[in-house]
């Protein structure tokens, strides 16, 4: 069985299809798999196994009764939505989101909810409700956040997919942390029934272990066509290593990014190191995000107070601070880099960048869901790499590339809007061109986990 659950997605459907594996098979092999690593990850706030064994499908739709996981954020009929939080416990659904729906009608099984920090406030993936998430490269490192427990599920074989939701950085960074692929997808592309998204930053989309395999489960959570990449084609590249000095890179980082750009130049595709304009970008962002948590959780904090947990509270405090004039240069500024991006893309078909420019940092002790100093400080210098594709509405692919200080990185691409499927491409001719993108993700490691 532990073949059967390392194979990618694309073969074990194929193999469904055969009929050389069934589906009750894969989730005997799954449930198996959970028992087994789910005491020491926590990826998972619910496993819903007998539901999925009474819906469980046949060999009809794309996913032909592949199990897959959902993160906490989205109603599946019967399985507890917390959100993470611990007021939203004993809280059932009646009716699936049509995301949901659009799962399991393609024939996906899906078999847990996975953890995030609560209403994904935080740096790392901790709840009071699936308790702390560990990263199966090194258990004592940070799995990132919030889509933590959905990149720990799919790294330690647990699922061959995972839906997660991005923001500001919440599927890509957890990808990269735990050697996996992650997709930000165009906004609009993959739709929910929590639209509700006042600032239009968060999108929702998939993580999997290959680019073909994530290109495969765009494909079934988008609720629209997907234009196909033309085959072959060389493209113009720009690289920025640290987005013209806008963001922290450590050299071990940095080395394995630029090792990658190497192996885009010898598939043949043009590569010159370039930047857009992002001046201010970054504090741009932080000012809508702040705005954004006031306008979804004021009203729940001011119902709940302290039985939600401080950080989700810091959140809306420091929004309710922000004046009305600073919201306003912060949504011109946004304005202004789409404009910028536009023309970006002109000149360009891709921007590659590290992922995130510092590795995965040491977890403190107690649930806090951000790191120690100063590991705080390097991650929050980082995080303009990943703040800028929400501000520019752009999709963006995590795709492993390397490892640094013996733990994954990942490469970050990003394109024009509607090019989703051409930066799969892109990332799957890395995984051709590089090592065995499975390496990263074997399960959880069995050497006792390092702190440094």
């Known amino acids: 069985m532990d073949e059967l659950l390392a194979a990618g997605a694309v073969r074990t ?19 198996a798999r959970i028992a087994e690593t789910e005491p020491r990850l926590h990826a998972m706030t619910a496993v819903c196994l007998d539901r999925a064994r009474r819906r469980r499908a046949g060999h009809d739709g794309p996913l ?52 995030l920090p609560e209403f994904s406030a935080g740096a790392d993936t901790v709840s009071p409700v699936g308790g702390r998430t560990r990263n199966p490269a090194d258990p004592s490192v940070s799995c990132g956040a919030s889509s933590g427990g959905a990149a720990v599920c799919v790294a330690a074989h647990q ?72 085959p072959g084609a ?31 130049l010898r598939l043949g595709h043009q590569v010159e190191e370039a930047a857009p304009p992002v001046r201010g970008v970054h504090e741009a962002c932080l000012i809508l995000l702040g705005r954004r948590a ?42 202004e880099l789409r404009a910028a991006m536009q023309t970006f893309f002109g000149r360009f078909d891709v921007l590659v960048t590290p992922v995130f420019g510092v590795g995965p940092w040491p977890v403190p002790d107690g649930v806090s869901p951000y790191p120690d100093e100063p590991y705080l400080s390097r991650g929050a210098a980082a995080w303009p790499l990943t703040t800028l594709a929400p501000m520019a509405g752009c999709p963006a692919v995590a795709v492993p590339c390397g490892i640094a200080g013996g733990l994954p990185v990942g490469l970050q691409l990003l394109g024009a809007p509607h090019s989703d499927l051409r930066l799969l491409r892109l990332a799957a001719d890395l995984e051709t061109a590089g090592p065995d993108p499975a390496a990263a993700t074997a399960g959880p490691a069995t050497r006792e986990g390092r702190r440094s």
Not at 25 to 30: C, I, M, S, T
Not at 73 to 93: A, I, L, Q
Not at 234 to 239: P, V
Not at 319 to 335: F, K, M, Q, Y
Request: glycine content about 10%; charged content about 25%.
């Open 159 to 230: 699922a061959w997919l995972a839906h997660g939701a991005d923001t500001a950085g919440s599927i890509r960074i957890p990808a990269a942390f735990c050697g996996v692929v992650g997709v930000r997808p165009t906004p609009g592309l993959v739709t929910t029934d929590r639209d509700d998204d006042p600032s239009g930053l968060e999108v929702h989309g998939p993580l999997a272990r290959t680019a073909a395999d994530a290109a495969l489960f765009l494909r079934v959570l988008a609720s629209q066509d997907l234009p196909s990449p033309e």
């Open 64 to 115: 032909a009764g592949l199990p897959v996981t959902v993160k906490d954020v989205v109603d599946v009929e019967g399985v507890p939505t917390t959100f993470g939080s611990e007021p939203y416990r004993g809280h059932v659904p009646r009716r699936s989101d049509r995301l949901v729906t659009r799962i399991e009608a393609a024939g996906g099984v899906i078999v847990g909810k996975t953890n």
């Open 294 to 335: 006031v306008a979804l959780h004021a009203e729940r904090v001011e119902r709940h107070g302290t039985a939600l947990g401080p950080a989700l509270r810091a959140e809306v405090s420091a929004g309710l601070a922000i004046p009305a004039d600073r919201v306003a240069s912060a949504l011109r500024r946004r304005a």
């Open 13 to 31: 459907i194929a193999a469904l299809r055969s009929g050389a594996v069934s589906p009750a098979e894969l989730l005997d092999a799954v449930e």
């Open 234 to 264: 060389r493209l113009r590249i720009a690289f920025s290593p640290d987005l013209g000095a806008a963001a922290r890179v450590e050299d071990e980082v940095a080395a394995a990014c630029a090792g990658a750009v190497a192996d885009l």
